[in-house]
């Protein structure tokens, strides 16, 4: 049990360390779940651009796709 939460301790102070590094150099953190959502919109905007058949991701919170060109 010792060591959960000595690690949740770890895991809490590297975030805070993080976060002091980004406003020292003036930049927010992204949350990961942004960073995911504008990665995706990039990926399939390449495909498309290269014209590659795929399952295009519509709706993020249902995981809903059909079928792009």
Not at 3 to 23: K, P, R
Not at 33 to 61: C, I, P
């Amino acid at each position: 049990m010792f060591v959960i939460i000595q690690y949740a301790a770890i895991v809490q102070l590297a975030s805070e360390v993080n976060a002091a590094i980004l406003s020292s150099c003036d930049q927010r953190p992204t949350p990961k779940l942004g960073t995911f959502y504008k990665l995706l919109l990039w990926m399939q905007n390449e495909l498309d651009h290269r014209k590659v058949s795929y399952e295009r991701m519509v709706d993020l919170a249902s995981a809903t796709t059909e079928a792009a060109n």
